[in-house]
C-alpha cells in the first residue's frame, strides 16, 4: 500500500471539505458517507476514531458521540486524485441513524 | 431491501449532482468515488453500466468508454437522506486511471 500525506488531501475549495467514504472493515458494507476538514481528519488518525464535519449542523462531530454508536478507525485512505476518503473501521452497533446497519439500505 | 425513486434523490442545489461510491461486488473493495447528474442516474438504470458526471470534463461520461474498463451495475442503492448513492458493479479491469485495482490505494 502505498502512502500518502494530509499534504496531499484536496479539501475542496470554498468548503475545506472532502467527502469520506466510511467502510466496515468485517462485513465490507460501505456504511455512509460523510464529510470532513483537516481538523476531522486530524483527530480521527490522533484519536483513532471516526471524526467528521457535520454540513447540517455547521460543527466537528465525533460518530456515536451521542448514539454510543462510534467507530474504530483501522485505516485512512486516500484516493488517487486525493479529494475523497475512505475510513476502514469496526462499527459498533447501526452506523445508520435509521437505526440501520447501513444508511445504504434502499434499493433505487 | 427497502426501496427509493428517483424523486427521492436529493441532487445537490446548484451543482445537481450526487457523489455516487462505487463498490465492486465481488471483492467487496470500494473502487472509486465520482459525481452523477440525474442523466446519468437514468442511463445507469437503463442500461446498467456506469454513468457518471465528469466535474473536469464537465459532460457525461460512461465508466470506460475510453479505457474499456466497464462497469456491469449490479444494484443502485441510495442511502438514508438521499443525497448519496451507491453503484454495486462488476468491474471489467482497473478501476482506476494509473492502473491501480481502485482509486483507494494510498494509506495517511
Chains 1, 2 share one sequence.
Request: glycine content about 8%; proline content about 2%.
Amino acid at each position: 500500500m502505498n502512502k500518502a500525506t494530509m499534504e496531499e488531501i484536496d479539501f475542496a475549495k470554498g468548503t475545506g471539505l472532502v467527502p469520506v467514504v466510511t467502510q466496515d472493515a468485517k462485513s465490507g458494507k460501505v456504511l455512509m458517507v460523510a464529510y470532513a476538514n483537516k481538523e476531522a481528519v486530524d483527530l480521527t488518525l490522533r484519536t483513532k476514531m471516526a471524526h467528521y464535519w457535520s454540513r447540517s449542523r455547521n460543527k466537528l462531530w465525533k460518530k456515536g458521540e451521542e448514539s454510543g454508536n462510534v467507530q474504530k478507525v483501522l485505516d485512512v485512505l486516500v484516493d488517487c486524485d486525493g479529494d475523497t476518503l475512505l475510513y476502514v473501521v469496526d462499527q459498533s452497533g447501526p452506523a445508520c441513524h435509521t437505526g440501520n446497519e447501513t444508511c445504504f439500505f434502499r434499493k433505487l
